[in-house]
T-cell receptor, first 113, second 113 residues
Framework: KAGVTQTPRYLIKTRGQQVTLSCSPI?????VSWYQQTPGQGLQFLFE???????NKGNFPGRFSGRQFSNSRSEMNVSTLELGDSALYLC????????????FGEGSWLTVV | GENVEQHPSTLSVQEGDSAVIKCTYS??????FPWYKQELGKGPQLIID???NVGEKKDQRIAVTLNKTAKHFSLHITETQPEDSAVYFC????????????WGAGTKLIIKP
């Protein structure tokens, strides 16, 4: 079956703009989580959604937000972009989250100039 | 808060030799420990995982060992090959929450020909 799909794969934005990233989980998966990965850095947890509800949130400012739709697809939004927001944003899905294998997408590369 | 320490940050081994990466976790209630491999430009992929009721698990050239008393687990790769070059991440579940993982900082494995 199809894996986790993230769009767009690459994008360039200007400081102060906002951006929306999209994630389609594996069919049947109800948990979607988002991570930020900067060059040479590990995986920083942003938030996790399950059945349209945010179950967990990492330590990121309120400029980072997300949502999940009834079909389990998820979007994350970053407002008032800063240069430091340049990163690879990874989406991962699992059937119920943790303890179950999570599957990552290829990520969305965001460059803020 | 809970954390996972991963060592070393960079590991260089001769092709054909073994590689060992170690992680230490702080939450004694953690019960799920996956390892992910991330190749350049791609999302992380699960390579092996272990649960707290098992001390060791093997899959061909890859093995993971878990010491619950000492709260550490290790990834062992034998007969390393050039395609093993990648960044490896360990993670531990937060208690038995079943839906959140704490990630190590990653280990860059370099296989020298």
């Amino acid at each position: 079956k199809a894996g986790v799909t993230q769009t767009p794969r690459y994008l360039i934005k200007t400081r102060g703009q906002q951006v929306t990233l999209s994630c389609s989980p594996i069919s049947g998966h109800r948990s979607v989580s988002w991570y930020q990965q900067t060059p040479g850095q590990g995986l920083q947890f942003l938030f996790e959604y399950f059945s349209e509800t945010q179950r967990n949130k990492g330590n990121f400012p309120g400029r980072f937000s997300g949502r999940q739709f009834s079909n389990s697809r998820s979007e994350m939004n970053v407002s008032t972009l800063e240069l430091g927001d340049s990163a690879l944003y990874l989406c991962a899905s699992s059937s119920s989250g943790g303890g179950n294998t999570i599957y990552f997408g290829e990520g969305s590369w965001l460059t803020v100039v | 808060g809970e954390n996972v320490e991963q060592h070393p940050s960079t590991l260089s081994v001769q092709e054909g030799d073994s590689a060992v990466i170690k992680c230490t976790y702080s939450d004694s209630a953690s019960n799920y420990f996956p390892w992910y491999k991330q190749e350049l430009g791609k999302g992380p992929q699960l390579i092996i995982d272990i649960r707290s009721n098992v001390g060791e698990k093997k899959d061909q050239r890859i093995a993971v060992t878990l010491n619950k008393t000492a709260k550490h687990f290790s990834l062992h790769i034998t007969e390393t090959q050039p395609e093993d070059s990648a960044v490896y991440f360990c993670a531990a579940s937060i208690g038995d929450s079943n839906y959140q993982l704490i990630w190590g900082a990653g280990t860059k494995l370099i296989i020298k020909p």
